[in-house]
Each structure stands twice: as C-alpha cells, then as structure tokens.
C-alpha cells in the first residue's frame, strides 16, 4: 500500500486505516513547515479516497482516469482552492455550491484549501459553515504552518494531521532510492531540514543547493553588518520581486529554526554540518526570546508580502530589529 511519501509513515497508516474501515472524517488538517510535505500527503489521500480501482483498502492504484487527473488537479470531484494572497470568501462561496452537488463519477468529493493561514477572516467564516455542518460526501483537506495561525472553530472540527521533519538519514534514504548519488542524497538532505519536498528540489541541481547555502550565509552577513548597510541591502527590492523576496525570507527561517532547536532540543539538531559551529555560535550569543522574536517577525514578514506590503518595507523592519553582532577580524 505505498503512496510513494518520504517519511510520515504513522500518519500514511493512519490515513488509509481510515479508508479501509470505512470511518473517513469530513475534515483533515495537515500542518507542518513549507516542504515537510503536508500537500502531497494530502493529494495522496484524495487519490486513495476517490480511485475507481483501489487495489488494496486504502491504496490507490495511480493509473485510473480519477487517479490521473487528481495528480494532473483536473478532476471534476477534485476542487482545489489556492489564491496567491489568500483565500477570499467569494471563492470559498462559489466553491460550496458545487461541494453541495453529489461526486461526478468518485465516492466522494474531495478539496484541498492549501496555507489556510493565509484565507482572510471572511473566507475562514464561510468554510466554518461547510464544516459545521457538511454534506455526506465531501472531504475538505486543509494544510497550515500551524494550527494557532487558524480560527480554534476551525480547527476544532478538523483530525490534525502533524507532520514532523523526517530524519536526515531517512531522507538520504530516500533520496537515493529516488536515483540520486549519494553524495548529492547527502547534501541535499542536510540542508533540507527533514522536509523531503525541499529535499527533492535540492537534489535535482547544483544552482538550488548553492542558492540555499548563498541565503543563509546572508543572514550571517547581514548579522554582522551596521543598520545603515542593512538597510541600503532592502533599499533595491521592487514591488515586482516580492517571490524573490518570499523564497529568501523561507530560506532565512531555515536558520532560525535551526538556532531554535538548538536553544530548546539539541538533540533534534537541523542545522546541515556546514553550519554546525555558526549555529551553535547564535545559539549561545542570543537569548531564546531574541530567537523566537526574530522567527515571529519573519513569520510577520511573510504574511506582509501576501497582503501586498512592499518588500523592501518588509525587509527592512525586519533587518533593523537583529541584533548587531561584533566583526571579527
Ligand atoms: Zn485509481
């Protein structure tokens, strides 16, 4: 009964147990960091709960007309609610009167409302409605950062699915049985950060990881460096780089998740080794409060690009709230 996921093995069972006892819930919340893997999983479980001919409870067999079409989010009792800023009410709206209609050709209809941290107050409001009281068929799957970041309303009517990092071994693991050379596997699954999506992309080419490893030694120059310089780096983003700006923000919360860890669970250490000793050098210098206010802003940060905030605001009321750390000679 492979769904062909790095990692998450408990909740894959837990998942296709609930297909193949039959007691499917009417709304699963995936959460766990961007990468971890939490729409894919999802995707997975759609093509499992709607496949004309599973060949196992809970399997999907990934060739049938619903199989293929949900992988290619082209199946009519496949709806996909994604909106690049959030997901507005009228959307969540005109989705509920085509959930209301009975599936096409699946057992059930199935949507998949990606990042609903981002969905505005309203949008969140009219899918408490579809939760509170949903029609037989419908499968709403849901994916956040973290369950805080959503209405208690919400996420009380959900089965919370937690993805956690999958372990670096396992990812090499995996990496390599995917065809990758080991020491790309290695690599790759270092700086991933046991988010086997993040992983995947970094093993395709040499231009990812040094993009990755160029953003986070930014951070420790950008650490180093005066206000005013700090500033005069924010000073040329445009409007028109805010996916830029985006993809570095998610890069630098790679770092003070790592610092994070560090301060709280060493154990479960993130940080890829060529990072190991800068790690643990932050990991000593700031205070934990320090540490955790720096992600919340960065957090903040992303939030602000979504809501169209300019990136060079963003990352400037971000970089002047670091602490100056001395220069070494
Ligand atoms: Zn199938």
């Not at 059930?108 to 969140?124: F, I």
């Not at 029609?135 to 369950?147: I, K, N, S």
Request: net charge positive.
């Amino acid at each position: 009964m492979d769904w062909d996921i790095i990692g998450h093995e408990t909740a894959v069972r837990w998942l296709q147990r609930q297909i193949g006892q039959a007691r499917v819930h009417h709304a699963y919340l995936f959460v766990g960091p961007p990468g971890v893997g939490r729409r894919t999983l999802a995707r997975r479980f759609a093509q499992a709960l709607t496949c004309l001919q599973p060949p196992a409870p809970g399997a999907y067999c990934g060739q049938c007309r619903v199989c293929r079409q949900i992988e290619a989010g082209v199946h009519p009792d496949f709806h996909l609610l994604e909106a690049p800023g959030g997901l507005k009410v009228d959307a969540v709206r005109a989705a509920q009167q085509q959930w209301n209609m009975t599936p096409r050709e699946a057992r059930y209809r199935v949507a998949l409302l990606p990042e609903m941290q981002h969905a505005t107050p309203a949008a969140a409001n009219a899918l408490l409605k579809t939760l509170e009281e949903p029609p037989e068929h419908l499968v709403l799957l849901l994916t956040a950062a973290e369950p805080e970041a959503l209405l208690p309303t919400v996420v009380s009517r959900c089965e919370v699915v937690r993805l956690r990092p999958v372990p670096v071994a396992a990812l090499q693991a995996a990496l390599q049985a995917r065809g990758v050379e080991p020491a790309v596997a290695a690599e790759a699954a270092a700086w991933a950060q046991g988010r086997p999506g993040l992983a995947l992309r970094l093993a395709r080419g040499p231009q990812a990881r040094q993009a990755l490893a160029a953003h986070w030694a930014q951070v420790w120059d950008l650490l180093h460096q005066p206000l005013a310089a700090r500033l005069a780096f924010a000073e040329p983003f445009k409007p028109g780089q805010r996916d830029e700006v985006r993809a570095m923000l998610e890069h630098w919360l790679g770092v003070w998740r790592a610092v994070w860890w560090a301060q709280w669970a060493p154990q479960h250490a993130v940080a890829p080794p060529a990072w190991a000793e800068r790690v643990q050098t932050l990991a000593q210098t700031l205070s934990p409060g320090q540490v955790r206010a720096i992600l919340d802003d960065l957090l903040q940060g992303l939030e602000n690009l979504n809501r169209y905030t300019s990136p060079r605001l963003v990352l400037g009321a971000l970089l002047v709230q670091w602490p100056v750390l001395p220069r070494r000679a």
